[in-house]
Structures are given as structure tokens and as C-alpha cells.
């Protein structure tokens, strides 16, 4: 599993955006799916978008479905989450996760992934 670094968390304003990158220390990122999660403050920690090793496939919680964007990008070992629109509710700590299985589609369920990275802090304020 490869070592995976969160970058590009900020305070910002409700209705603005922010790009998340999660940099992988491994090529093999390529052959897995991968995911953003994200934990506020006193919940658990949620899914937010996945993304099929090939990149075909997107999945999306429904809080965040049609303003935000997963992307990867084999060739740089990395992945991307584009947010628009943010609310106040979208401030949370947002962790990458590389999928358990080679070849894998994307998916909601943390068992599916096993490797994860330490979290970049989004905050949203309104």
C-alpha cells in the first residue's frame, strides 16, 4: 500500500472553493480505487467521493453530489477533490484512502479501503 499526503486545506467562505490533492508515494495507486472521507467535529467519519481505479467510475455522498469533483491522475500518483459551493457544514478533517483491491470500482464503504492518509483540515465559514 502506498503512503498517501493530503494537501490544500484552508479556512474559506461559505460559497467558495477549494481543490484537495492527495499525493501517493507509489505508481501502484494506479491499479486501485480511491476515496475521500472527511470526520467533523463530535461525528463519525463519512464518505464523500469515490472514484474506480480506471477513473470511470465516480460515486458521491448525496450532501455533496453536483458541487463536488473526484479526479485522478495516474500519470502524477495522485487524486483530486474539487469543492464548489461550500457550506458551512462541509468543515471537517478530509482523509485519501486507497481501495483494498486491485482493480477495484468505487465505493462508500471504509472496509473497502486500506490504506489512508493523516487528513488536511477544511474549514468553511459563514
Known amino acids: 500500500q502506498a503512503q498517501l499526503q493530503e494537501s490544500g486545506g484552508d479556512v474559506v467562505q461559505a460559497g467558495g472553493s477549494l481543490r484537495l490533492s492527495c499525493a501517493a508515494s507509489?505508481?501502484?495507486?494506479?491499479?486501485?480505487?480511491m476515496g475521500w472521507f472527511r470526520q467533523a467535529p463530535g461525528k463519525e467519519r463519512e464518505f464523500v467521493a469515490g472514484?474506480?481505479?480506471?477513473?470511470?467510475?465516480?460515486l458521491y455522498s448525496d450532501s455533496v453530489k453536483g458541487r463536488f469533483t473526484i479526479a485522478r491522475s495516474n500519470t502524477e500518483n495522485a487524486v483530486f477533490l474539487q469543492m464548489n459551493a461550500l457550506k458551512s457544514e462541509d468543515t471537517a478533517v478530509y482523509y485519501c484512502?486507497?481501495?483494498?483491491?486491485?482493480?477495484?470500482?468505487?465505493?462508500?464503504?471504509?472496509?473497502?479501503?486500506?490504506?489512508w492518509g493523516q487528513g488536511t483540515r477544511v474549514t468553511v465559514s459563514s
Open positions: 472514484i474506480s481505479f480506471n477513473g470511470r467510475n465516480k
Open positions: 507509489a505508481s501502484t495507486i494506479s491499479l486501485y480505487s
Open positions: 484512502a486507497q481501495g483494498a483491491r486491485m482493480f477495484g470500482q468505487s465505493s462508500a464503504n471504509e472496509d473497502d479501503f486500506a490504506s
